[in-house]
Nanobody
Framework: QVQLVESGGGLVQAGGSLRLSCAAS????????MGWYRQAPGKERELVAA???????DYADPVKGRFTISRDNAKNTVYLQMNSLKPEDTAVYYC??????????????WGQGTQVTVSS
């Protein structure tokens, strides 16, 4: 069984920074893509950033230039460095791991979510 455990959320003032971490555990052989989604109250869940096994990345337009995604393949961990935070970044942030290869096959997984609150 694969589990994703997130950490690093919290309360920060506008203009501040936070760093989210997400570690995948279990009998994992490989992970294709890891990423972060967020969901604000009353809004749909949206992709924030993704990083693929080759290292290429993708960002949502609202966070380009402010957020940086990275991963440590040896630790099956993905990070999201969030700088110049804005109140509209307030949301629950979810970690994802796609095309995870384990002894039992392939699967996609989600973390439990971590709250990020940016005060104005």
């Amino acid at each position: 069984q694969v589990q994703l455990v997130e950490s690093g959320g919290g309360l920060v003032q506008a203009g501040g920074s936070l760093r989210l971490s997400c570690a995948a555990s279990g009998s994992i052989f490989s992970i294709n893509a890891m990423g972060w989604y967020r969901q604000a109250p009353g809004k749909e869940r949206e992709l924030v950033a993704a990083i693929f096994s080759a290292g290429n990345t993708d960002y949502a337009d609202p966070v380009k230039g402010r957020f940086t995604i990275s991963r440590d393949n040896a630790k099956n961990t993905v990070y999201l460095q969030m700088n110049s935070l804005k109140p509209e970044d307030t949301a629950v942030y979810y970690c994802t791991a796609d095309r995870v290869a384990t002894m039992t096959g392939w699967g996609d997984y989600w973390g439990q979510g971590t709250q990020v609150t940016v005060s104005s």
